[in-house]
C-alpha cells in the first residue's frame, strides 16, 4: 500500500453500520417523543400522574439523607508522620528517638 494513499475499506465521509443504526434509532426516539404530549392528553389524572413519577429519575436528580455531626477530630490527625529532608536531619532524628527509648521521655 503506497503511502498515504487508501486502497480498499469505505469511502471517506461513509458511515460505519453502527452510525447508521444509531442515527436510525435516534430518528424514532426524536418521532416518538414528539408524540408525548398528545398522549399525556389522552391520559386520566392518575395515569398522568405515574406517567411523570416514572420520567422524574430523568430529570431530577435523586437525593439522599445526609446527617451531619457536630463532632471534630482531634487535631493533628497525623500526629505521627515526619517530614526528614535530609541524610543529616534523619540522623539527628534517629539520635533523639534512640535517647527517648533509653531514658523513657518523649521529646519529639
Given at each position: 500500500m503506497a503511502k498515504g494513499y487508501k486502497t480498499g475499506g469505505r469511502k471517506t465521509g461513509t458511515p460505519?453500520?453502527?452510525t447508521a443504526i444509531?442515527?436510525?434509532?435516534e430518528d424514532m426516539v426524536l418521532q416518538e417523543f414528539?408524540?408525548?404530549p398528545a398522549y399525556i392528553e389522552?391520559?386520566?389524572?392518575?395515569e398522568r400522574l405515574?406517567?411523570?413519577i416514572k420520567l422524574l429519575p430523568y430529570a431530577v436528580p435523586k437525593?439522599?439523607?445526609?446527617?451531619?455531626s457536630d463532632e471534630t477530630p482531634e487535631l493533628p490527625i497525623f500526629d505521627q508522620i515526619q517530614i526528614v529532608t535530609s541524610v543529616d536531619?534523619?540522623?539527628r532524628l534517629e539520635k533523639v528517638e534512640a535517647?527517648?527509648?533509653?531514658h523513657g521521655v518523649e521529646i519529639l
Open positions: 460505519n453500520k453502527r444509531t442515527e436510525n434509532i414528539n408524540k408525548i389522552s391520559l386520566n389524572n392518575k405515574e406517567f411523570i437525593y439522599t439523607h445526609k446527617t451531619i536531619e534523619k540522623e535517647y527517648e527509648k533509653e
